[in-house]
């Protein structure tokens, strides 16, 4: 099997206190960060184990909170970039660790989902640590959540970005009508493709690839459909990819996420289009702002 796992532990703390996300509002305990750092090792164990079922994987870690700033992680990505059977091992970031490791990856498998957040970090301090991932060959995107507070500060750092570094834009949804039509315009200069992420798109009873070889591990090995969708398929460890694979149709009424609305078929042509190989890392064919 091709399967697409992400991954997420125990962590639910960050270094960055933006008021929009709730990844900030808690500080975990040392016990905590223990538990954590076994379950990325149990995972990371688990997936060496892989190429001798016969499957090959793609891993994205996106952990409720900042993960590169504790070592486990950092260390993770690099053997699992080292792993002949996993093709992608990628990482929702705010990119505030430092970067030296960087260079112990496979750049041919590893990428960056790198997350800007106007208010914690100065532009200047953020872009040089996107152009050391841009000098070391790392393939990483850019983007963040479009707040209208942020609009000035998002269009600045695109200017900044080189131009072959895709920059995108998550739509604010906690607010029903909250852009104008100027709004939009605006934030299309920045993602060309924003209108993909700004809509909810009906998914109720329609086909999905999540538990089928898309799945979502959280940390004690646990296995939903998605995040979204409170269901246990099952168990990572004790029943396998073979034994939790199973067509599934969506039990939510819409899909809003883009790791969740990505995996629908009726989606990919138009989405493949778009990102090319790249689908999981978020990574557009075509970059820059729009046209």
């Given amino acids: 099997m091709n399967a697409t796992v992400y991954y997420r532990g125990s962590l639910s703390s960050c270094n960055y206190d933006c008021p929009y996300c709730p990844f900030s509002k808690t500080k975990d305990s040392a016990d905590t960060l223990a538990v954590d750092r076994q379950q990325v090792r149990d995972f990371v164990v688990w997936a060496g184990k892989q190429h001798a079922e016969g499957h090959r994987l793609s891993v994205f870690f996106n952990p409720y909170g900042e993960g590169l700033i504790h070592r486990w992680y950092r260390e993770a990505m690099?053997?699992?970039?080292?792993m002949e059977h996993v093709d992608k091992v990628a990482i929702q970031t705010n990119l505030s660790a430092r970067l030296d490791w960087v260079e112990q990856l496979d750049?041919?498998?590893?990428?960056?989902?790198?997350?800007?957040?106007?208010?914690?970090?100065?532009?200047?301090?953020?872009?040089?640590?996107?152009?050391?991932?841009?000098?070391?060959g790392v393939p990483f995107s850019v983007g963040s959540v479009g707040v209208k507070s942020a609009f000035g500060a998002l269009a600045s750092l695109r200017k900044q970005l080189p131009d072959d570094v895709y920059m995108w834009v998550n739509a604010f949804k906690d607010k029903r009508n909250y852009y104008s039509e100027a709004d939009k315009d605006a934030l299309r200069a920045i993602d060309r493709h924003f209108d993909r992420n700004a809509v909810d798109y009906e998914s109720l009873g329609r086909s999905c690839r999540s538990g089928y070889d898309v799945f979502y591990v959280q940390g004690p090995g646990l296995v939903k459909r998605c995040y979204k969708d409170r269901g246990v398929l099952g168990?990572?460890?004790?029943?396998?990819?073979?034994?939790?694979?199973?067509?599934?149709?969506?039990?939510?009424?819409?899909?809003?996420?883009?790791?969740?609305?990505?995996?629908?078929?009726?989606?990919?042509?138009?989405?493949?289009?778009?990102?090319?190989?790249r689908l999981l890392e978020r990574i557009a064919s075509s970059v820059g702002g729009g046209d």
């Fill in 235 to 277: 168990h990572l460890y004790r029943d396998g990819l073979n034994g939790l694979s199973q067509k599934r149709a969506c039990r939510m009424n819409v899909c809003d996420c883009y790791i969740g609305y990505i995996h629908m078929p009726e989606l990919e042509l138009e989405l493949e289009g778009v990102y090319g190989s």
């Fill in 107 to 136: 750049a041919r498998k590893a990428a960056f989902w790198v997350t800007y957040h106007p208010g914690q970090v100065s532009e200047e301090a953020f872009l040089g640590q996107c152009m050391a991932l841009h000098s070391r």
């Fill in 78 to 82: 690099i053997e699992l970039s080292s």
